[in-house]
């Protein structure tokens, strides 16, 4: 008896999957796909050995960062991104409230929730830099263009996650303020909205920094802001002009990185 005391129990962890073969079957058929698309891939090592001392002399070339000489054209593209970035942010979150109220599976009939998840597909079937093309063609180049891409980026992105807290609130409480006789806006705003309020604030924010990081992607293909001044750089060969312009996107990025994340751990 003592010795099945004495007999240690080793606890190991339940794999993901259980049948042994099975698992063994895809480790190698992915080992296998990703080998044969190692092997199938062209690689030119010739081309990168020669491309070695051109970079290197491209990244020279940015050095020392000239902030003087279109310093008026790079505070025009930061407030332009910022323009951007605060409106279409804005814009979108107003729009994605009600898409993600029809969207939530609890709350909604399912003509709505079919309708709003439709919406939300749509919006996210595309990325940023192809509706921004769509855009610039179809409004002209500038900041407006910007805006309604990231707008209806936001709306793919924020309805989606939010339509999700929405379906994972508590529902004895939402039942609670439906049993006084509350109507339908009484029982979103008392029932539903203290619930998901602080994942909304979290969200809203993360969204506003995820839009400025974008603006400045969407602006190399004529959507504005400071995107647009780092494209007119490098058309310019102005390389140490764009390592400015670069610097400057580094350090807003870092401030509104830091500045949201600590307003995220304030409000959940």
């Not at 099945?4 to 339940?14: A, E, F, L, P, Y």
């Not at 107003?94 to 609890?106: H, Q, T």
């Not at 995820?210 to 647009?228: L, T, Y």
Request: hydrophobic share 50%; net charge positive; aromatic share 12%.
């Amino acid at each position: 008896m003592s010795k099945m005391n004495d007999k240690k129990v080793i606890w190991k962890r339940k794999p993901f999957i259980e049948n042994r073969l099975l698992r063994i079957a895809l480790i190698l058929s992915i080992s296998s796909y990703l080998l044969s698309v190692f092997l199938t891939t062209e690689i030119d090592w010739q081309r990168i050995l020669e491309g070695i001392p051109r970079g290197k002399n491209f990244i020279f070339a940015f050095f020392p960062p000239d902030f003087l000489s279109r310093s008026d054209e790079i505070l025009e593209g930061i407030f332009e991104s910022l323009w951007m970035t605060v409106v279409s942010t804005i814009v979108g979150i107003l729009i994605s409230i009600p898409v993600a109220l029809g969207a939530a599976k609890n709350i909604a009939p399912k003509f709505v929730y079919f309708l709003s998840r439709g919406i939300i597909t749509l919006s996210r079937s595309f990325q940023e830099v192809i509706l921004a093309i769509f855009f610039v063609k179809l409004m002209g180049f500038g900041p407006f263009a910007g805006m309604v891409t990231l707008s209806l980026s936001t709306i793919g992105f924020f309805a989606k996650l939010l339509s999700e807290d929405i379906e994972d609130i508590s529902k004895s409480q939402a039942e609670a303020i439906k049993s006084t006789g509350s109507n339908w806006f009484q029982w979103i705003n008392y029932g539903i909205q203290p619930q998901v309020m602080p994942r909304f604030i979290g969200l809203s924010l993360y969204r506003l920094d995820i839009n400025f990081r974008e603006s400045a992607v969407i602006g190399i293909v004529g959507g504005g802001g400071i995107g647009s001044t780092l494209n007119t750089a490098f058309d310019r060969y102005e390389f140490e002009t764009a390592a400015a312009v670069l610097i400057v996107i580094i350090f807003i990025v870092m401030i509104v990185e830091y500045t949201s994340s600590h307003l995220r751990r304030l409000v959940q």
